[in-house]
């Protein structure tokens, strides 16, 4: 039972009380639970207190020692309450409620009511100490800086422990080392200043606290917090006075004079990361700092920070930091790989202004035949580091394989095309005598267009790809963007113009009366198979062309994947009309074994609806399975994946060539009666040429056992 009061006037902290009947065990902020008060609080409105009665005696209580009247309001039965607690109250699934901190700590803790009891959702608490010197540097003067930095360094020093597990707490240093970086704008600092600073820095960011950035990112809160850090030690590194060098366990800074070139190695453990500029044109000082922990500190995002995708890039090197009073034009790092499974790296700096690395101004160079080092040349100095992403084949052999299966199968594609383009050119007259077969052949037609010159796209594509990356640098998103645009637009149009083949056999099999003309069947087609893809592209443009995601930078020219995944604009409808064509050929031959087509249609249309339906019942698999595997390509660093994805997609213009001309027998039987007459022909003037091709011509027709076309009565002509 819960009896609802109501306070009259501010009261001190509140004992359990026990009058008459009634026991008051707490107070509670909310309906049904009990919780602890400050001294000297004033509350207002109803609150509820948990009672043992079920009928108190009086609706007044008076508390002596504060004069604190309650008046009854009204009885409540108790619920099922989930969470029960005599601190933190009654609760139940989801209900939220705050709670104290421990002793040495400010702030509060949130708790959410969950099936086991209430849980810790937020933990706000910082050490009073830290909280005590946030308040302090409020009001700082410039002059105290030392002595403040001192006792900082001090206090988390003696608290590690303490620090390094609660995120509240890490959080509230950055802004604190945030707040010396600024005030030291117009100032400079000595050793012990910048001594403390990054003895601050090295605690907070030890492997002792990865748990802690871990819940920071899981909350992604991490973006802000990192960010500030790196951006406050980019800053006071900007404010230091003399020669001198820091050396802790994981950060060495090191500030010299330079007068011809520049030479650093870094002097942590495990690391050679080294830093070389060749060239400086007058004497000058140079601040370089070496971070091996940074990199599990500092967000992998190569978006920008409101961006919540998650990324899949890892920053794989130290993070450097370079400070150099005069402008360097060129600076070459050296990174030891820290994950030698990952690839695809790329030498990225942090780009405050977009709020993301970026790789502007920096470029690759793989030295040799080492796989555990990558040097990046850059034009300007900041803040540095190797980012790399998982699932790209870097092995060389495995590049090379790749390479020569995509050449020799585009090859094989775009032969088969052209070649099926002429063998549609030679029997277009005796195949397009009704309008289902003319639109079949104007379908197969578009199919071999589109993928021609969608593979023609690809080859100027990789050229472009392979002069980049010779280069050494990123792929040319300029040059890409008009190649990327129309093998997006052509290798839908392949798809749309087998969603058109599928529709075509659709309505033939299963519309019966109202009949379309030809014209308007040739504007229904080329409205699917061009103005959809067209209209799919130019809305992918314009939707990631803007921020530069429109076309990947990374391996080859195409649709982007990370971060704006331009690449489900090709994904998702070419999936769908895979997904939509099977259903259509399980109807159609459902509806042809049902109730016998051939009793609705002449003999040749009959035999065109057979070669519609086996070439949308083959090619409409090949092509789902060949981009099935293309997906998987992207989340899969398995090499045989990435074999078959090449080989499908390379010879998907031989596929047409086979299911969509060969296996019609109705076109071999033209295409063999055009060479039995040109043989026979030229039979007199090219006897043993003749022989020998007739010879070969028999064993063709033998092995496949077709028509024996020799014979010119054995077909009245085809209309397929």
């Known amino acids: 039972m819960c009896i609802h009061l109501q306070v009259e006037q501010s009261y001190k902290s509140l004992p359990s009380y026990k009058t008459g009947s009634v026991n008051v065990t707490g107070f509670s902020s909310n309906r049904h639970g009990t919780k602890r008060t400050s001294p000297g609080q004033k509350t207002q409105g109803t609150i509820t207190w948990k009672v043992n009665e079920k009928d108190p005696d009086s609706t007044k209580y008076t508390i002596s020692e504060d004069d604190v009247s309650w008046h009854l309001i009204k009885y409540l039965k108790m619920p099922d309450f989930t969470c029960q607690d ?33 849980a810790i959702e937020q933990d706000d608490c910082v050490l009073k100490v830290i909280k005590d010197l946030e308040s302090k540097v409020q009001g700082l003067a410039v002059t105290a800086i030392p002595q403040f930095m001192a006792e900082l360094s001090n206090a988390v020093e003696q608290n590690n422990a303490s620090v390094t597990q609660s995120a509240a707490t890490v959080k509230t240093i950055v802004e604190i080392l945030s707040n010396i970086a600024d005030l030291s704008k117009n100032i400079t600092h000595k050793k012990p200043v910048m001594e403390s600073f990054l003895n601050t820095v090295d605690i907070i960011v030890s492997d002792n606290s990865s748990k802690t950035w871990n819940d920071l990112n899981n909350k992604n809160t991490t973006g802000n917090t990192s960010v500030k850090l ?22 060495h800074l090191n500030r010299v004079t330079i007068k011809n070139s520049f030479n650093q190695t870094s002097q942590l453990p495990s690391s050679t990361t080294q830093i070389v500029i060749p060239n400086i044109s007058k004497p000058t000082f140079i601040t370089v700092i070496f971070f091996s922990k940074l990199n599990d500190v500092l967000p992998t995002r190569n978006t920008p920070n409101n961006d919540n995708r998650t990324s899949q890039n890892r920053i794989n090197g130290d993070v450097v930091v370079v400070k150099v009073n005069e402008t360097i034009n060129n600076i070459s790092f050296g990174f030891d790989i820290t994950n030698t ?41 900041t803040s540095f580091s190797l980012l790399m992403s998982p699932f790209a084949i870097t092995d060389p052999v495995k590049r090379t394989a790749l ?40 379908s197969i037609v578009n199919i071999a267009v589109s993928l021609l010159i969608a593979n023609v796209c690809f080859i100027i594509g990789a050229a472009i790809a392979d002069q980049d990356i010779k280069q050494e640098q990123m792929i040319s998103v300029g040059r890409c963007s008009a190649v990327v645009f129309f093998m997006h637009f052509f290798y839908l149009a392949l798809f749309f113009w087998m969603l058109v083949s599928a529709l075509l056999l659709l309505y033939s099999t299963v519309i019966v009366f109202g009949q379309l003309s030809r014209t308007e069947m040739m504007v229904i087609a080329f409205t699917v198979g061009y103005g959809a893809p067209l209209l799919i592209a130019v809305i992918t443009v314009a939707f990631t062309a803007g921020p530069k995601n429109y076309v990947s930078k990374e391996n080859a020219c195409w649709l982007n994947w990370n971060p704006s995944r331009a690449l489900l604009a090709f994904v998702i409808p070419a999936l769908a009309i895979f997904a939509f064509n099977l259903m259509v050929v399980i109807v159609v031959v459902y509806k042809m074994l049902r109730r016998g087509h051939g009793a609705t249609t002449q003999p040749d249309e009959k035999h065109v609806l ?26 899969s660093p398995d090499f045989g994946i990435h074999v078959v994805f090449a080989l499908l997609n390379s010879l998907q213009g031989f596929f047409v060539l086979v299911f969509g001309i060969i296996l019609d027998n109705k076109v071999r039987q033209y295409l063999s009666r055009e060479l039995s007459l040109k ?36 077909s009245s002509g085809p209309s397929s």
Not at 88 to 93: A, R, S
Not at 230 to 251: G, P, T, Y
Not at 369 to 381: A, F, I, L, R, S
Not at 406 to 430: D, F, N, P, Q, R
Request: with cysteine; net charge positive.
């Open 230 to 251: 790196l951006e406050a030690i980019e800053n006071i590194s900007d404010r230091l006075s003399d020669v001198f060098a820091v050396n802790l366990s994981s950060i």
């Open 679 to 714: 043989k026979l022909s030229s039979t007199g003037t090219r006897s043993t040429s003749a022989g020998a091709s007739s010879s070969r011509l028999g064993f063709w027709q033998r092995n496949r056992n077709a028509y024996h076309l020799s014979n010119p009565n054995t």
């Open 403 to 442: 390479a020569y299966i995509t050449y020799i199968g585009v090859a094989i594609s775009m032969a088969s095309l052209v070649l099926c383009l002429i063998i549609e050119m030679i029997v277009w007259k005796s195949v397009t005598r009704n309008d289902t077969s003319y639109m079949r052949h104007v």
């Open 86 to 118: 005599n601190t933190l109250g009654f609760g139940k699934t989801n209900d939220m409620t705050k709670g104290l901190c421990e002793n040495g700590k400010e702030g509060s803790i949130t708790y959410k009511c969950k099936s086991n009891g209430w």
């Open 610 to 635: 057979v070669v519609i339906a086996k070439s949308v019942a083959f090619l409409t698999p090949i092509f789902g399975l060949t981009w099935g595997f293309g997906i998987g390509t992207m989340v």
């Open 341 to 381: 499974s990952l690839g695809n790296p790329q030498c990225v700096f942090w780009n405050f202004d977009l709020d993301r690395w970026d790789s502007t101004g920096c470029k690759v160079k793989i030295t040799g035949n080492e796989t555990d080092k990558v040097t990046c040349e850059c034009n300007h100095t």
